[in-house]
Nanobody
Framework: QVLWVESGGGSVQAGGSLRLSCTASTVRTSGRCMAWFRHIPGKEHEGVALIPNTADTAYANSLKGRFTISRDDSKNTLNLQINNLKPEDAALYYC??????????????????WGQGTRVTVSS
């Protein structure tokens, strides 16, 4: 069982920034594709960003430019920097990890390991 601890969520005003982090405590992140998803009530999980073992990054088309995913395998940590937050970014953000070094796109079933979620609230 992989335990991920997420942090960094909170309540900010529109235009503000947040840095989300996710740290694995039982396995190493190196050699795994890792990703961020978000869940808005009433909607399906939405892929936000992913980063394979090669550190090439990919973002959901609608979110490019404001989100930056990064990883520090020496600390078993995945990060998501969100700038210029908008009210529609309010969601529960989850980190996810795969068993393989390359990413399988936005299919949630590709990622067997999930964090508990950290909430982001944006006020206008």
């Amino acid at each position: 069982q992989v335990l991920w601890v997420e942090s960094g969520g909170g309540s900010v005003q529109a235009g503000g920034s947040l840095r989300l982090s996710c740290t694995a405590s039982t396995v190493r992140t190196s050699g795994r594709c890792m990703a961020w998803f978000r869940h808005i009530p009433g909607k399906e999980h939405e892929g936000v960003a992913l980063i394979p073992n090669t550190a090439d990054t990919a973002y959901a088309n609608s979110l490019k430019g404001r989100f930056t995913i990064s990883r520090d395998d020496s600390k078993n940590t995945l990060n998501l920097q969100i700038n210029n937050l908008k009210p529609e970014d309010a969601a529960l953000y989850y980190c996810a990890a795969a068993d393989l070094p390359y990413c399988g796109g936005w299919r949630t079933s590709y990622y067997p390991y999930w964090g508990q979620g950290t909430r982001v609230t944006v006020s206008s």
